[in-house]
């Protein structure tokens, strides 16, 4: 659920609260790490509560700057590379000497320690996985083992094309995970299925108004789950906040189209989608952000977001010198 100041009720008196953020430094594993607390006020009050969803909001972060410093695989990654070879969580603990419920707590959000998390990120290599999968071949039956190390093999012989979508990404999007991209996944097919669910709701949506509202997105997300959706970062310019490579991610799909239109006197490209979206690519807090942000502009022209656009600390405070935008400026959005 998203932190929401306009309906929260104190536990405290019945009445009402308000949303407030502050920077703490929280420890985590010997080390301190910066992070922005959501708390409430009671306006009868003054006292202040949290609730399960403000926690999680900081924990998230904290859990985005650790895994983010050491290179340990996200929670989304930890989940892709079993599904990726089509190993239960169980065959996954087994085959790396694990125990027999850790792969699935690490599923479930607990970190994994820095040795685990190096070896996670070794075996998305599937051959360096299919070294595993030999070595535990006393510990698997006859039927498992050949299953598995089919599997990986398989996954081996479509590298190809792997290379072929590496090289897509370091176009489309110019670098690794990280805080420059609000830690988001790096994924073609998570982009263009952002895309498509804008299209969807809001109709066929000028470039100017789709940049706008891919930054209400992300910049929600990251402030809601520590984690923006895109992959994308964003500089600011003269009309507002942008992605880096906007015009790359436009023409990178054939489901995505754009032609020049002229309405009244405004004059650019539209954006239209030709297939539906595939929302089973993210999760029903995604699928809430996305709601959120699309219901909020749905209506808004390409000039009236803009000028929203213009009111946002991200972009006065990065404008004069066209720099990139921090996602720490997440926590200072006014419009959504």
């Known amino acids: 659920m998203l932190l929401d100041e306009r309906n929260r009720i104190s536990p405290i008196t019945g009445g009402k609260a308000s949303l407030h953020w502050e920077l703490r430094e929280i420890e985590f594993r010997k080390e301190l790490y910066k992070v922005m607390v959501p708390y409430y006020v009671c306006e009868d ?8 969803e403000s926690d999680g909001v900081w924990m998230a972060q904290l859990r985005s700057q650790y895994c983010g410093k050491y290179g340990i695989p996200f929670t989304d990654e930890i989940v892709g590379v079993r599904e990726k070879y089509g190993i239960s969580a169980l065959k996954m603990s087994l085959i790396l000497g694990f125990g027999e419920n850790q792969w699935r707590k690490y599923e479930q959000e607990e970190i994994p320690s820095l040795s685990n998390g190096k070896m996670i990120r070794s075996i998305m290599n599937p051959n360096v996985f299919l070294d595993y999968v030999e070595s535990s071949k006393e510990v698997l039956s006859e039927k498992e083992y050949a ?5 990986v093999k398989e996954v081996i012989a479509s590298e190809a094309d792997q290379r072929v979508d590496a090289y897509e990404k370091q176009r489309i999007f110019g670098h690794a995970r990280s805080l420059e991209n609000g830690y988001a996944p790096i994924s073609l097919a998570r982009l263009k299925n ?5 299209l969807q709701y809001c109709g066929d949506t000028f470039c100017t108004k789709m940049n706008k509202i891919l930054f209400y997105i992300d910049f929600l997300s990251y402030r809601e789950r520590g984690m923006a959706m895109t992959g994308l970062s964003y500089r600011a310019i003269d009309h507002g906040p942008v992605p880096e490579r906007w015009d ?9 189209c754009q032609e020049s239109r002229t309405i009244g006197n405004y004059e ?3 954006l239209s989608a030709n297939a539906d979206v595939d929302s089973n690519l993210f999760s029903a807090e995604e699928m809430q952000i996305l709601e959120c942000v699309c219901s909020r502009f749905k209506h808004s022209s390409s000039k009236e977001i803009s000028t929203l656009s213009h009111g946002e600390d991200a972009w006065i405070d990065c404008i004069d010198n066209k720099e990139k935008i921090p996602f720490s400026k997440a926590f200072t959005l006014k419009t959504i």
């Open 194 to 198: 952002i895309l498509l669910y804008v």
């Open 248 to 256: 790359r991610v436009y023409s990178q799909f054939d489901e995505v």
């Open 268 to 270: 650019g490209n539209v």
């Open 45 to 52: 009050t003054g006292e202040r509560f949290t609730t399960t």
């Open 147 to 151: 299953k598995i190390s089919a599997r």
